[in-house]
């Protein structure tokens, strides 16, 4: 169908401390790292070669996909020195590409999970003859968004930063990360310096007459930017809420992944992942959460909606709510960490050290 370009080469400083030694795009969710989830929902919609545009940790992207045809992609890998924003790593893979000038090149950003129609957005491109298209979705809440009004048509008239009073907020349409471009238009973005294409690329090419389209699809859509949205992304993969062939099995409450152990009596709903290696001992309620690979979590433990990094221990009767427990933590038993509570990677905290903590 075409070729696309994935954007993975952001710190993911706000979902820290899950990307302290692992890039956004390669967190786990629901089994696997998040990137695999787009990659396999690309090839499903026909797309055959992708180009990564990497950055932050890039080193650990090739080892893990190779050559992309164990997805049954051709992959190919281009490393940013310097940052140069969404347009400049656009911009950046240009070269990498296959397309002709007037062919349409996919482009996404790699911490979007979301249930679009990739070829409705393909086929919208090409039957409206735009220079781009953008999936558009509609929140209820825009005012954290750039909104994107358009006409009866779908034609984009505008790109507003977010709103600040409710006299400006005249859509509920907003950006949802996932474009189609004509590889002509991705050659005319300036080289080698930063560029972003939500301030400079859109507003310069509607200032210059042409044609961008909009594409409303308000199916599944989640910005996995946050450590509770990321939680909640991977738990939506297990339950089905949001569409994936790359779940590594059969979609329900629960998903336990071979060589983990988990205890009869252990109670574990709301799309848990519980991943290789990792233990859940008796007694154990673990709701809505990802339990990375050979983590533990001790006899009568409660976690809910929380993440436990590889290989972290939470001892037995602790409870977390909201949490997140870095790579190699040590959590000691009747501890009580609620309310998007942070444990650094390889942090140990003694038992019963906190009854309640909160970053609020």
């Given at each position: 169908?075409?070729?696309?370009?994935?954007?993975?080469?952001?710190?993911?400083?706000?979902?820290?401390?899950?990307?302290?030694?692992?890039?956004?795009?390669?967190?786990?969710?629901?089994?696997?790292?998040?990137?695999?989830?787009?990659?396999?929902?690309?090839?499903?919609?026909?797309?055959?070669?992708?180009?990564?545009?990497?950055?932050?940790?890039?080193?650990?992207?090739?080892?893990?996909?190779?050559?992309?045809?164990?997805?049954?992609?051709?992959?190919?890998?281009?490393?940013?020195?310097?940052?140069?924003?969404?347009?400049?790593?656009?911009?950046?893979?240009?070269?990498?590409?296959?397309?002709?000038?007037?062919?349409?090149?996919?482009?996404?950003?790699?911490?979007?999970?979301?249930?679009?129609?990739?070829?409705?957005?393909?086929?919208?491109?090409?039957?409206?003859?735009?220079?781009?298209?953008?999936?558009?979705?509609?929140?209820?809440?825009?005012?954290?968004?750039?909104?994107?009004?358009?006409?009866?048509?779908?034609?984009?008239?505008?790109?507003?930063?977010?709103?600040?009073?409710?006299?400006?907020?005249?859509?509920?349409?907003?950006?949802?990360?996932?474009?189609?471009?004509?590889?002509?238009?991705?050659?005319?973005?300036?080289?080698?310096?930063?560029?972003?294409?939500?301030?400079?690329?859109?507003?310069?090419?509607?200032?210059?007459?042409?044609?961008?389209?909009?594409?409303?699809?308000?199916?599944?859509?989640?910005?996995?930017?946050?450590?509770?949205?990321?939680?909640?992304?991977?738990?939506?993969?297990?339950?089905?809420?949001?569409?994936?062939?790359?779940?590594?099995?059969?979609?329900?409450?629960?998903?336990?992944?071979a060589t983990a152990k988990v205890a009869p009596d252990a109670k574990l709903t709301g799309g848990t992942v519980v991943a290789e290696g990792a233990v859940i001992g008796a007694g154990a309620c673990v709701e809505g959460s990802a339990i990375l690979a050979g983590a533990v979590v001790e006899a009568g433990a409660v976690v809910t909606d929380s993440l436990v990094g590889a290989g972290?221990?939470?001892?037995?009767?602790?409870?977390?709510?909201?949490?997140?427990?870095?790579?190699?933590?040590?959590?000691?038993?009747?501890?009580?960490?609620?309310?998007?509570?942070?444990?650094?990677?390889?942090?140990?905290?003694?038992?019963?050290?906190?009854?309640?903590?909160?970053?609020?």
């Open positions: 169908m075409t070729e696309a370009i994935l954007l993975v080469g952001g710190k993911g400083t706000r979902l820290r401390p899950l990307t302290v030694r692992t890039p956004k795009p390669m967190v786990p969710a629901a089994g696997v790292p998040f990137l695999t989830h787009q990659l396999a929902r690309a090839q499903a919609a026909g797309v055959d070669h992708i180009v990564l545009a990497t950055s932050y940790l890039a080193e650990v992207f090739e080892p893990y996909f190779g050559d992309g045809s164990s997805l049954g992609l051709s992959i190919e890998y281009v490393t940013e020195v310097e940052p140069l924003g969404t347009g400049g790593a656009i911009r950046n893979v240009a070269s990498r590409l296959r397309s002709g000038p007037d062919e349409p090149v996919l482009i996404f950003n790699g911490d979007i999970l979301t249930g679009l129609d990739i070829r409705a957005l393909v086929d919208t491109h090409r039957t409206s003859g735009a220079d781009v298209s953008l999936h558009l979705t509609r929140v209820d809440d825009p005012r954290a968004f750039g909104l994107v009004p358009t006409d009866a048509t779908g034609r984009v008239t505008a790109f507003l930063e977010k709103p600040q009073t409710p006299q400006e907020i005249v859509t509920d349409q907003i950006n949802a990360g996932a474009y189609v471009f004509r590889r002509s238009v991705i050659d005319s973005i300036p080289a080698g310096r930063p560029v972003s294409v939500e301030r400079e690329t859109f507003p310069g090419l509607l200032a210059r007459g042409a044609h961008l389209q909009g594409m409303v699809d308000s199916t599944y859509w989640l910005d996995l930017g946050t450590p509770a949205a990321f939680v909640r992304g991977s738990a939506d993969l297990v339950l089905g809420r949001a569409p994936s062939p790359a779940v590594p099995g059969r979609c329900g409450d629960r998903l336990v992944l972290a221990r939470i001892g037995a009767r602790t409870i977390l709510d909201g949490a997140v427990v870095g790579d190699g933590a040590d959590v000691g038993a009747d501890n009580e960490l609620r309310c998007g509570v942070r444990v650094w990677c390889g942090a140990a905290l003694p038992a019963g050290a906190v009854r309640f903590s909160s970053d609020q």
